[in-house]
């Protein structure tokens, strides 16, 4: 017999032993100290670890901070489900509409 396992972080990441209300989007979680060690993993965990984790967090962080403060931003879909396939996916592509703060100009992005 051979047996197969397989381990997804989003569930690790869900796991409502270890964040309150798991399914919703809360940023806070990860104020003060953040999460126990190996509760949450994207990059996975201990000696192992991706190297390029702080990179990457840097990258998104400066990403999000000229997304957040150049555009307004609305979900064209404002109820659109999640499915999880083993992660999470949004049913519809999430599809949004942006505008910028400075200039009259809409951009669509699928």
């Known amino acids: 017999m051979i047996l197969q396992l397989y ?3 989003s569930s690790t990441h869900r796991n409502p032993e270890c964040f309150q209300d798991p399914e919703k989007f809360d940023p806070a979680r990860f104020e003060g100290t953040g ?4 509760t949450y993993v994207p990059f ?8 390029g984790k702080e990179y990457a967090r840097l990258e998104i962080l400066v990403f999000m901070h000229n997304l957040v403060r ?3 931003w609305e979900k064209l879909i404002p109820d659109e ?4 396939d083993p992660i999470l996916i949004p049913a519809k592509q999430l599809p949004i509409r942006l505008f910028h703060r400075q200039k009259n100009i809409n951009t669509r992005i699928h």
């Not at 999460?35 to 190996?38: I, K, L, M, V």
């Not at 996975?44 to 190297?51: E, I, V």
């Open 7 to 9: 381990w997804s972080a």
């Open 35 to 38: 999460p126990a060690p190996y």
């Open 44 to 51: 996975g965990g201990g000696p192992r670890m991706c190297p």
């Open 70 to 72: 150049r555009f307004r």
């Open 81 to 84: 489900k999640i499915i999880v």
